[in-house]
């Protein structure tokens, strides 16, 4: 039988998570709802890939291009509270008024483009949000998983926020830092292992096996 860790229960109880998945699970439902009574599956399904992918590049563009180089100083401040304490959940999540507002425009937006497919393109875009809050908070409090797409995940986050914060902005995929040049070198990218982020856990410490002349890493996080 599984069990649930202390730290699990806590990470996931936590009233911004809560808050956060209750939101988007209500909205996401909602207009998915209307979609299948209005419009065909095919375009549902196409529409709902496209909002998915659209909010994987929205993600990038609010960190490079916002949060980090922006002009809006009550999100920098969010975000660098984000950097400065990466365990607190608060600082981790988008303020539930930025995602509204997005997917409200996108939806008003795209209606008259698209018509009823702008629903489910809405609830991809919605789901993106959801995936993101939950890699994000995971990849802030759990070693990175054996498997290559979320493993790299890890990796291009840790690099953002431990080498490299001019980098690596990709938070649920790092496809668009590598369309646009902005992925960590190759051999820190391949070689690090990253554990969890806690600034109360030890010194993170990797060697890059991949490149025999470079030196050996070690991250005292302390953010």
Not at 31 to 38: H, T
Not at 55 to 72: D, K, M, P, Q, V
Request: some cysteine; proline content about 6%.
């Amino acid at each position: 039988m599984t069990t649930v860790s202390p730290a699990s229960r806590r990470i996931f109880s936590h009233p911004a998570m809560v808050a956060h998945m209750v939101m988007w699970s209500a909205l996401n439902a909602s207009l998915m709802l209307l979609a299948f009574q209005s419009a065909h599956l095919f375009d549902i399904i196409i529409s709902f890939a496209a909002g998915w992918i659209l909010w994987s590049f929205t993600e990038y563009a609010l960190n490079r291009w916002l949060l980090h180089t922006g002009n809006i100083g009550a999100l920098k401040r969010h975000h660098a509270r984000h950097h400065k304490n990466p365990e607190d959940i608060r600082y981790s999540l988008p303020h539930p008024l930025v995602v509204i507002m997005f997917s409200l425009t996108l939806l008003v937006l795209s209606m008259p483009a698209i018509g009823v497919s702008a629903l489910s393109l809405t609830s991809g875009f919605l789901f993106g949000c959801c995936l993101f809050c939950v890699l994000h908070i995971l990849q802030h409090h759990y070693p990175a998983p054996a498997s290559y797409f979320l493993k790299a995940s890890w990796q291009n986050h840790f690099l953002h926020h431990h080498r490299y914060p001019n980098k690596a902005f990709g938070v649920s995929t790092h496809l668009w830092d590598r369309l646009f040049g902005t992925l960590p070198p190759a051999h820190l990218f391949l070689g690090i292992q990253p554990l969890a982020y806690q600034t109360d856990s030890a010194a993170l410490h990797t060697v890059l096996v991949d490149n025999p002349t470079s030196e050996e890493v070690f991250l005292n996080v302390s953010e």
